[in-house]
Each structure stands twice: as structure tokens, then as C-alpha cells.
């Protein structure tokens, strides 16, 4: 009668993840949709920040009509840098996200070096690597940068917001006349 060793706690190490094909190409989908969605907030964000953008001068013409004198400074100046914060906002959906390793191990998709780095060493690291446990690894990555974005998307559609209440306010108020 033999008995097996009993692993203990400091011995154990990650098992491979021995996944199904099927399982495995449910993986590269979650992934591939997670670059999608990715790629369609820097889409909205850039299209919302143009529209924005571009009804800034027809609504600061309608701003400044309603005053024969001119416009308060303070009441501009309140304008523009709530304008500003919108843009920044839109500007943070956009900007590159860093992307966090998980515990220190090279990733196969986003590799460390330049491109006159040497080939081998990567393609040894490839074939060691499992490749199930690599893909989750990275969906649940990007499924991580997918909620930042998607808050940073909406933070930026409420500023949005923001700015046209306060242009109407003080449209409404006449506050913005000198």
C-alpha cells in the first residue's frame, strides 16, 4: 500500500490550467471583445469631445449676445475652466492606460524591451508559459481597464453636462454681463 505525499501549503504550486479547446476560444473571445469595447470608448470620448468642442463657439456667441458691455471676467473665467475640466476629463478616456502585470510575470501580450530586443528568450517564455491561465490573466486585465474607462467616460459625459447647466444658469440669471 503506498500513500501519496501530502503537498504542503508552501509546496504547492499553480497547477497548469488544463482547459478545453472550446473554453480556451471562449477565452480569446472575452478578450477580443474587451479590445473592442476598449476601442470604443476612445471612439465615443473622441467623437463626444469634437461635438463638444465645436458647439462651444455658437453657444459662447449666444452667451456673450445677450450683453451690450461685454462679459463679466469672473463669469468667463468660472466658464472656461469648467470647460477645461470637461476636456481634461475626455481627454483621461483617451489617454493610454497603464497596464498592471500580475505578480511580476512577463505577459504575452504586452512585452517588456524594444523592437532590436532578442527574439529567443521570448519564445522560450511563450513556450513555457500556460497559455489558458495567460488568456484569463489578461481578460480579467483588460476587463479591469474596461471599468476604468467606462467611469472615466461617464465622469466626462456628466461634466459634459455640467458645463451646459452652468452656460444656461448664467444665461438665465444675466450674471454674465459686466
Known amino acids: 500500500m503506498t500513500t501519496s505525499p501530502v503537498p504542503s501549503a508552501s509546496s504547492t504550486v499553480a497547477e497548469p490550467t488544463a482547459l478545453t479547446a472550446p473554453q480556451l476560444e471562449i477565452l480569446k473571445l472575452a478578450v477580443a471583445a474587451t479590445e473592442g469595447h476598449l476601442r470604443a470608448f476612445d471612439t465615443k470620448a473622441q467623437i463626444t469631445l469634437a461635438a463638444f ?51 511580476g510575470r512577463p505577459g504575452a ?20 508559459m500556460d497559455i489558458g491561465r495567460t488568456f484569463a490573466e489578461e481578460a480579467l ?14 465622469l466626462a459625459l456628466a461634466s459634459t453636462v455640467l458645463d451646459y447647466a452652468v452656460l444656461f444658469g448664467l444665461f438665465i440669471s444675466g450674471s454674465q454681463c459686466a
Open 141 to 154: 486585465k483588460l476587463a479591469d481597464l474596461r471599468r476604468g474607462k467606462s467611469n472615466r467616460l461617464k
Open 53 to 103: 468642442v465645436l458647439s462651444l463657439n455658437p453657444l459662447w456667441a449666444i452667451f456673450h449676445s445677450g450683453c451690450s458691455r461685454g462679459i463679466d471676467t469672473r463669469a468667463a473665467v468660472a466658464l472656461l475652466v469648467v470647460i477645461m475640466i470637461t476636456i481634461v476629463a475626455y481627454g483621461a478616456v483617451v489617454w493610454p492606460a497603464a497596464h498592471r502585470r500580475s505578480r
Open 109 to 128: 501580450f504586452f512585452l517588456p524591451g524594444t523592437a532590436d530586443a532578442p527574439v529567443d528568450p521570448y519564445l522560450a517564455e511563450l513556450r513555457s
